[in-house]
């Protein structure tokens, strides 16, 4: 591995099936010229690189990080350049050192899997199950879901590696020490999800969005309210439903509403006991607390 | 013969074929060989996850998926006699994120993509490397501020869906307003830093030789297109067509400078063979959309002066999206200082969604031009849907008889670095084009 | 004899209170009645519940976790919705006739005199052991198709208050039969009413 004294580090950014998201969100990243201190970047197809995407495939260097964004597909008919996708990444994941997917479509498939299922998957993972187009570079892959992931997670994931710091990487190969953490931890709204209140409706800074609105915040993997999104905010604190995008099975459908039987959320806060949870919770709010009903800031107009 | 030339850095990929006669351009076949079905996957979803869907048609313009997604469905609700409202606050805080993404968009399309380019053809053979440049950086920095701002309202950028049909999700107090005043404070200085010397209010007043006359790369720029001649180069119809209408923007076509409304219904689209993306005509014509629209809409001074001089150049266009920053810029502060934070965000449809069949249309302006999206659902799910991309409208194929708009620049020219620049003078986006 | 525990001789106290109050209702219940019955000083009944009304919360809590017990056994079977609803009329009836008190109980007092049960045990605090096997029993019910998916308390309110009903008019000395009588039928209209309409 590098030391900060050597040489940098070498990655190729490579695309699949995307929409350029998680491209657009590295661009958001704080600390870019420093990151260019850090890390050489031979490829990158929205970049003035020094390689060109014609060059990738008489690439032979052996290089530390291939980075891709987007779905793996093994249609042939997907070129990039003159190459077939399938076969440039092939090629170029044999000579890198580490395989880091970033975002969730190159991690499990994503949005665009579902109009070519059976072509289309993630690097190792297709949805939760092992069978991604390349499952047999398992070894060199780190996933890094999001859609689109947070540039502070891919650089923090390459920071490690650089300095020898093999992630802990759970069952989807997510590092632990970003998906550990589910998007709720650290929300703030966790008062009013302890206190069972949801909010008004949308466009309210009061209140859970998990009883009702369909927030996934208590089942998603993912540290969006521990490392603010753009530095300032993130969905839950702005208003706005988490949609599980880390997870594998992003994306779900009927979103913005909360699946209920009998008026019981179908999906319970990650690990927790359907009994532990109605034995606490219980079906009503059980206490009513002023603070907790009123609005944080006061204001006529709104309130009638 | 037909030489094949793969354009990168263009969020995606084209190709363009071009077929030469006597030394000149005689026709391009503009290529996208990426297609993705995104309207596909809508189809059979609950139309609510087309908000979740459509952003992610493209990842530099995904909030104005976004809206357009939102409108047609508040289109369908009227459509179908239901009443939806929406507050002036619940809009203002969508025109102001839209703003946002259309400015970093512009400037990334400007240091990422142009200035490179147009460097290079300065500098004759030299390749320049955008990622040693520090311009580069204060760019990147730029648009780390000004996505910021999205992320105030919307939570994050890209990709958020905070807007739904009656409003939107969030409920700023005077922390995010002022946070994203400082915010937009430090985008004017970039502006007046590097984009030009005088800043933003002096460049939307200043004339064709002030601009010239004066310090900052958009004068470099004009600079350079006159010292080696290629001002003029880039012509198209000069037809621009606009459908999207906000605080700021107007709809309508502009023929010869004169301007006549539109409707949506005109609006046809065409399949091709050799490639994914698909012809878009108004009443079977080609016509241009995107910033040179809009200004010629609005009558912007400048934009005016330099298409009076140079009709629509490769260079009116450049300038016409600078100008649009700048005005954005205005428009942005304007907005955020004005904006009733007391009135409600959101109101919610009286009807669920669930219980409604019918059809929606949403218009919005994208940083590339008109976006529209139709929506159709039955009982809330959704039996089509149809994306129209600005870059449709731009980067059709036509026949060497009527050629599509950029196809039409294009043509006649020598140069294939030349076509180039032209070609990417429209600012091109493969992913959506294809979606 | 064996001395008895601390916590028997809560449970004795408990057990007494609950004969007490559901025969002679909250308010003509005395606490030196209750140690009377007991055989216990007043002052060492106090000892173990500082006030009539934390005695009264205590009992509630009680048999709601009896009560619950029972109903997770059921829960805890692999068996259909149909099947644990009569299971569900089964047990409910059985402890309305073996120990008629708790349901007396729990009509007469907790129903009847909310106010006393204002502190700490706000909402169903207080039955929350009962109403949580209530609970996911509905819920499962609703997740495998059988059970029509509704508001929760609308199928509470028809469980609950059919089986009450059944009780009160048995104890009111109106019903003809013994309760057993109408287990089936019983079971069969809680279960046509809550599928009713289900996906499944």
């Known amino acids: ?304 | 013969m037909i030489v094949k030339e793969i354009i990168e850095r263009i969020e995606g990929e084209a190709e363009l074929d071009f077929t030469y006669k006597n030394g000149i351009i005689e026709n391009v076949k503009i290529k996208f060989p990426h297609f993705r079905g995104m309207e596909h996957i809508i189809e059979g979803k609950s139309a609510m996850d087309a908000l979740v869907i459509t952003p992610r048609v493209c990842g530099i313009c995904g909030h104005a998926h976004l809206i357009a997604a939102t409108r047609a469905m508040e289109d369908l609700y009227k459509n179908s006699s239901n009443d939806i409202e929406i507050t002036k606050k619940a809009s203002d805080i969508r025109e102001i994120t839209l703003n946002c993404e259309i400015i970093q968009n512009h400037i990334k399309w400007f240091y990422f993509v142009m200035y490179p380019l147009i460097r290079s053809i300065q500098k004759g053979s030299q390749e320049f490397i955008s990622l040693k440049n520090k311009k580069f950086f204060e760019a990147q920095k730029a648009v780390v501020q000004i996505s910021k701002i999205i992320a105030l309202f919307g939570g994050q950028w890209p990709h958020t869906s905070y807007a739904l049909p009656g409003g939107v999700m969030c409920d700023p107090t005077y922390v995010e307003i002022v946070q994203a005043l400082s915010f937009l404070d430090e985008v004017y200085g970039f502006f007046e830093k590097n984009i030009f010397s005088d800043g933003v209010e002096a460049f939307l007043s200043c004339s064709n030789s002030e601009l010239i006359s004066k310090d900052g790369d958009i004068s470099l720029f004009v600079k350079n297109a006159y010292e080696q001649s290629y001002e003029k180069i880039g012509r198209s119809y000069d037809r621009f067509i606009v459908f999207g209408e906000n605080s700021l923007f107007k709809s309508g076509k502009v023929l010869t400078t004169i301007v006549y409304p539109v409707k949506t219904k005109y609006v046809t689209e065409k399949t091709q063979t050799f490639t994914y993306s698909k012809n878009v005509y108004y009443k079977d014509k080609f016509y241009e959309t995107g910033p040179l629209a809009r200004q010629m809409l609005l009558k912007q001074p400048l934009v005016r002066e330099f298409h009076r001089k140079l009709k629509d150049s490769a260079i009116t266009r450049i300038v016409a999206r600078v100008a649009e920053t700048a005005l954005l810029l205005q428009k942005t502060r304007d907005l955020l200082k004005c904006l009733d934070i007391d009135a409600p965000s959101y109101i919610r449809p009286k009807k669920n969604i669930h219980k409604i069949s019918g059809s929606g249309i949403g218009v919005v302006e994208a940083a590339r031009g008109s976006l529209i999206h139709k929506i159709e659902i039955k009982e809330g799910l959704v039996k089509k849907y149809e994306i129209i991309t600005p870059t449709q409208w731009n980067l059709g194929n036509g026949t060497k008889k009527c050629p599509g708009v950029a196809q039409k620049a294009m043509i006649g020219l020598k140069d294939k670095k030349l076509a180039e620049f032209v070609f990417r003078s429209f600012d091109i986006c493969s992913v959506c084009t294809t979606h | ?200």
């Open chain 3, 1 to 200: 004899m064996a001395r008895v525990s601390k916590e028997e001789r809560r449970e004795e106290i408990i057990n007494t209170a609950l004969r007490l109050f559901s025969k002679k209702g909250f308010y003509n219940t005395t606490m030196p009645e209750i140690a009377k019955e007991l055989g216990m000083s007043v002052g060492n009944l106090y000892n173990y519940f500082h006030s009539k009304e934390a005695l009264a919360k205590e009992i509630i809590i009680y048999t709601s976790e009896l009560l619950g017990s029972e109903l997770r056994k059921i829960n805890d079977l692999d068996i259909s919705s149909k099947e644990k609803i009569k299971k569900f009329v089964e047990v409910y009836f059985k402890i309305a006739q073996e120990r008629p008190e708790m349901i007396e109980y729990f009509l007469r007092v907790y129903l009847s005199n909310r106010e006393v049960f204002k502190e700490g045990c706000e909402g169903m605090i207080c039955i929350s052991a009962f109403v949580t096997e209530i609970m996911i029993f509905f819920e499962e019910g609703v997740r495998k198709g059988e059970l029509r998916d509704q508001d929760f308390f609308s199928a509470f309110g028809l469980f609950m208050g059919y089986l009450g009903g059944m009780v009160f008019l048995k104890g009111e000395g109106i019903l003809p039969n013994g309760l057993d009588y109408y287990i089936d039928d019983i079971s069969e209209n809680i279960h046509y009413a809550l599928s009713y309409g289900a996906k499944g």
């Open chain 1, 1 to 304: 591995m590098h030391s900060p004294t050597a040489q940098k580090a070498k990655i190729i950014w490579l695309q699949g099936v995307t929409c350029n998201g998680n491209t657009h969100s590295f661009l958001n990243y704080e600390g870019f010229e420093r990151f260019f201190q850090r890390y050489d970047l031979l490829y990158h197809p929205l970049f003035d690189t020094e390689l060109g995407i014609n060059d990738l495939s008489k690439f032979e260097e052996n290089f530390d990080f291939l980075i891709l964004e987007g779905a793996v597909t093994g249609n042939e008919e997907f070129k990039r350049g003159k190459t077939s996708f399938a076969k440039l990444f092939e090629k170029l994941a044999k000579k890198a050192r580490y395989i880091l997917a970033a975002g969730s479509c190159a991690s499990y498939g994503g949005v665009f899997k579902e109009y070519d299922p059976e072509n289309i998957t993630g690097i190792v993972f297709d949805k939760e199950s092992k069978r991604g187009i390349f499952k047999e570079y398992e070894n060199k892959t780190v996933n890094i879901p999001g859609c689109p992931l947070h540039p502070e997670w891919l650089i923090t994931v390459l920071d490690m590696l650089s300095i020898g710091k093999m992630p802990h990487l759970d069952e989807y190969l997510r590092p632990k020490e970003l998906y550990a953490y589910l998007a709720h931890d650290g929300c703030i709204r966790n008062e009013y999800f302890e206190w069972k209140i949801d909010v008004k409706d949308f466009g309210y800074k009061e209140g859970c969005l998990y009883y009702e609105h369909g927030c996934r915040g208590p089942m998603t993997h993912a540290s969006c309210n521990k490392i603010l999104w753009n530095s300032v905010s993130s969905k839950t604190m702005a208003g706005m439903p988490c949609i599980g995008c880390t997870e594998p099975d992003f994306p779900k459908t009927e979103l913005f509403e909360t699946k209920k039987y009998m008026s019981i959320p179908a999906e319970l806060p990650f690990g927790i006991p359907k009994r532990a949870y109605l034995t606490v919770t219980g079906i009503t709010k059980a206490f009513k607390i002023d603070r907790l009903e009123k609005r944080l800031i006061d204001d006529s107009k709104r309130d009638n």
